[in-house]
């Protein structure tokens, strides 16, 4: 059973608008949420995280929101650039560094 | 963030035998993970290794398959034993920030099994 699910596999936005990635999960027990970048030929990148207690938090281009009787996370990235094109990981955890990792939605972004 | 460096970062190798990957980390850090990427796949958790302690492994994973050693407090090592082609993966080490939630990752090693 996929406890963190990314449903899009794949999303094209034009460069300078809103980008939106999308992550759902199932477990009520996870309280900390991680987003990460993956270039090919690179670990992922470490770019935001939220905690339950939050709904959201913000970093440069970079925000995520958190809907916790959703069940649902969302990293929005405004304005998009080229360099965003990458694989996007969501990951969920529960109190410990055991984190359960979404499937990827590839970001393209279109010059 | 810790910089972490893997080596092989790629390798081709035959079925039936084994290849270690290293994991170096520029700091001392507790708690190191190793983690694997299937093709088009997620990230799945193989073992958590604490140094001064035997690794924990996570369901499906099993220490004759997947021995790992950590030695000190800034290296680490995961053996894929007895390969097939199944075990084809991107194997990838991490290591918890300090203070922080967050996992920081390693450039990943690439393995491709014949």
């Known amino acids: 059973d996929q406890q963190v699910k990314q449903n899009s596999p794949s999303l094209s936005v034009q460069e300078g608008r809103i980008s939106i990635l999308n992550c759902d999960y199932t477990?009520?027990?996870?309280?900390?949420f991680l987003w990460y970048k993956k270039y090919p030929a690179e670990g992922p990148t470490f770019l935001i995280s939220i905690s339950s207690i939050k709904d959201k938090n913000e970093d440069g281009r970079f925000t995520v929101f958190l809907n916790k009787s959703a069940k649902h996370l969302s990293l929005h990235i405004v304005p998009s650039q080229p360099g965003d094109s990458a694989v996007y990981f969501c990951a969920a955890s529960g109190g410990t560094y055991k984190y359960i990792f979404g499937t990827g939605t590839r970001l393209k972004v279109l010059a | 963030s810790a910089v972490i460096s893997q080596k092989p970062s790629r390798d081709i190798c035959q079925r039936g035998t084994s290849l270690t990957i290293q994991c170096q980390v520029d700091?001392?850090?507790?708690?190191m993970f190793w983690y694997r990427q299937q093709p088009g796949q997620s990230l799945t958790l193989i073992a958590t290794a604490n140094q001064g302690s035997e690794a924990t492994y996570e369901s499906g994973f099993v220490i004759d398959k997947f021995p790992i050693s950590r030695p000190n407090l800034t290296f680490s090592t995961l053996t894929v034993s007895n390969m097939s082609p199944e075990d084809s993966s991107i194997y990838l080490c991490s290591v918890a920030g300090v203070d922080t939630g967050e996992l920081f990752f390693g450039e990943g090693s690439r393995l491709t099994v014949l």
């Open positions: 700091s001392q850090v507790t708690m």
């Open positions: 477990n009520s027990m996870f309280d900390y």
